[in-house]
């Protein structure tokens, strides 16, 4: 089993130093909720509530937003450039090393 190092800054400004498998075909939201931080990913990973809206800190490289994430961050509220949605990251090892900061909460 390989794991990726992920860093979430929360909305207190604590950093946590996560590590996920890439075998278990997780995503950020899933693993946030697993280390139980504040995420509540209310419609359970399907990009249709952004409740697990975050910030993309670091410069790792992601695959290109889906419609139907740009279609509910274009409804969300605190909306950054560098918003994605946490259901949508899925744990790979291309991601190793991400840092990602929580949105506030609606």
């Not at 604590?14 to 996920?20: A, D, I, M, Q, T």
């Not at 509540?40 to 975050?54: F, P, R, V």
């Not at 274009?74 to 991400?98: M, T, W, Y």
Request: glycine letters at 6%; charged letters at 25%.
């Amino acid at each position: 089993m390989n794991d990726v190092k992920v860093t979430i800054i929360d909305r207190e400004n604590v950093v946590h130093e996560l590590l996920g498998p890439t075998d278990m075909n997780m995503n950020i939201m899933e693993l946030c909720k697993a280390y139980e931080l504040p995420v509540l990913g209310e419609c359970g990973g399907m990009a249709m509530c952004a409740t697990c809206q975050c910030y993309l800190e670091s410069d790792t490289q992601l695959p290109e937003q889906s419609d139907a994430e740009l279609d509910m961050l274009d409804q969300a509220f605190f909306v950054k450039p560098n918003s994605r949605l946490g259901c949508q990251i899925h744990l790979a090892e291309e991601i190793d090393g991400i840092v990602l900061r929580l949105a506030p909460e609606a």
